[in-house]
């Protein structure tokens, strides 16, 4: 088994506010080795998958982003509603529900109908960024998970990488997100991959023209052109969005947007405006300013769209309502 050195920006962030009824101490009594067994899951999980740290990550993310933070994105279709892991965003992509189950199957042993699985997705978000040497952000808990899907607003609300930084922008604005998440939760693409064909249309007669993206680093796009080849065959190829550090949590994205080596084209797109771009290059030299801003954007990611108190449920599993 694969041990991991763990290097842990020390910052406890904590927002000024409860949301609604969640609590930072909402499960001590009820499931007072949540975190353990949460953080022993996505331990195991990340020794067999050094990726799955990272889609555990974005599978939050498209979650809280699309309906907020209920755990839809976790359901299975059913007679009722199509699976947001059908929309466009998630389909063939989106990951690791294996190991939220798994974590699910181990909380009901220790504390039956307990812990939503809303909760253990979002500690199992923090847990992957921690153990990624990331930072560790504390987490008010007490989410509910909803009783339904919505494949429409997954498929209309998530981020693309195709898109413009303005609607990029107003896609988090709406959730009541600010300009600083954007930039700050775009930095969760220092670990992870990304298939060849959500940036190859950067590598290959770009605009029309015969050359790259003029934006694009040319080393890098000599050695993505081999990576992603001109054909349909290699839409899927998978491509590392930190070839630097591909597995640890840090600034070094920030650096390579700096030097036009972002793989994303929405990604690059935050040096083009001076707004995002001032902050990229804090980023870029001030790894602990990320960390402390990263942590405190997930915190209010997590709070986007929650249910709590007596509405929803808690699911007994995870891909299906009860």
Known sequence: ??????????????????????DYKFYDSTCPNLTKIVRFGIWSAMANDTRIGASLLRLHFHDCISNGCEGSVLLDESSSFRSEK???????????????????????????????????????ARESVFLAGGPYYA??????????????????DIPSPFESLENIISKFTTK????????SLSGAHTIGFAQCFTFKPRLFNFNGSAAPDPQLD???????????????SSDT?????DSVTTTKFDNIYFKRLVNNSGILGSDQALMSDNRTAS????????????????GASMIKLSTVGVITGQNGQVRNKCNVVN
């Open 279 to 294: 902050m990229v290059i804090n980023y870029s030299k001030f790894p602990y300013l990320f960390a402390k801003d990263f």
């Open 139 to 156: 987490l008010a808990m007490g989410r509910r998970d909803g009783l339904t899907a919505n494949i429409t607003t997954a498929n209309t």
């Open 1 to 22: 088994m694969q041990y991991y050195t763990i290097f842990v920006f020390c910052f406890l962030v904590f927002q000024p506010f409860v949301y609604g009824q969640l």
């Open 86 to 124: 059908d929309a466009f965003p998630n389909r063939n992509s989106a990951r690791g529900f294996e190991v939220i189950d798994t974590i699910k199957a181990n909380l009901e042993k220790a504390c039956p109908g307990t812990v939503s699985c809303t909760d253990i997705l979002t500690l199992a």
């Open 237 to 241: 190829n998978l491509v590392p969005l």
């Open 176 to 183: 009541g997100l600010d300009l600083k998440d954007v930039v």
């Open 218 to 232: 040319t080393s890098l796009a000599a050695s993505l052109q081999t990576a992603c080849p001109n054909q349909d």
